[in-house]
Antibody, heavy 115, light 106 residues
Framework: QVQLKESGPVLVQASETLSLTCTVS????????VIWVRQPPGKGLEWMGI???????DYNSALKSRLSINRDTSKSQVFLKMNSLQTDDTAIYYC??????????WGQGASVTVS | DIQMTQSPASLSASLEEIVTITCQAS??????LAWYQQKPGKSPQLLIY???SLADGVPSRFSGSRSGTQYSLKISRLQVEDIGIYYC????????FGSGTKLEIK
């Protein structure tokens, strides 16, 4: 059974760094990419970045200067770090599994408030 | 960056009605197009990938099509459980979501 679960702080101070972990099960990170998507309250979905199955990364150009995504394949974990947080970074942060260009499995989401 | 223009922004339809949502890509994305449904308070769910392929477990009343750089999601017979927000997403160059279509029952 494919599962993804986000974990991390609920509240982050402005100007600080957000660190989130996505723990996956039911598949290997060397066979699938993992994408981070966020959704501000009442708004649409925004693609943030991907770590491909080969370990390469791509980032949304609007976030690239602040964002990094890494992984630990032995622990089946993917890590998101984003610095210089502002209030408009308040959102639900999802990790998802990439397959044939679609996101076929999603975590429950981690709600992050920047104050 | 590739832009995805999704329409309409909102839609109200009757049960059993045919519903169509469209996305226009700003450039050629081939078949690298997916559709999602998001119900209130829930994570999005993949409906269609590769522009026309139905994801596992998705009812057959959902279908996707392509005409050039215009992509459509059709719900053949609207059911009450279909209410929610629908998003398109391209994966040809990085990833981009459309702005969403809120579907309600009339």
């Amino acid at each position: 059974q494919v599962q993804l679960k986000e974990s991390g702080p609920v509240l982050v101070q402005a100007s600080e760094t957000l660190s989130l972990t996505c723990t996956v099960s039911g598949f290997s990170l060397t066979n699938y990419g993992v994408i981070w998507v966020r959704q501000p309250p009442g708004k649409g979905l925004e693609w943030m970045g991907i770590i491909w199955r080969n370990g390469n990364t791509d980032y949304n150009s609007a976030l690239k200067s602040r964002l990094s995504i890494n992984r630990d394949t032995s622990k089946s974990q993917v890590f998101l770090k984003m610095n210089s947080l502002q209030t408009d970074d308040t959102a639900i942060y999802y990790c998802t599994r990439e397959d044939y260009g679609g996101m076929d499995a999603w975590g429950q989401g981690a709600s992050v408030t920047v104050s | 960056d590739i832009q995805m223009t999704q329409s309409p922004a909102s839609l109200s339809a009757s049960l059993e009605e045919i519903v169509t949502i469209t996305c226009q890509a700003s450039q050629d994305i081939g078949n690298w197009l997916a559709w999602y449904q998001q119900k209130p308070g829930k994570s999005p769910q993949l409906l269609i990938y590769g522009a026309t392929s139905l994801a596992d477990g998705v009812p057959s009343r959902f279908s996707g099509s392509r005409s050039g750089t215009q992509y459509s999601l059709k719900i053949s017979r609207l059911q009450v459980e279909d209410i929610g927000i629908y998003y398109c997403q391209q994966a040809s160059s990085a990833f981009t979501f459309g702005s969403g279509t809120k579907l309600e029952i009339k």
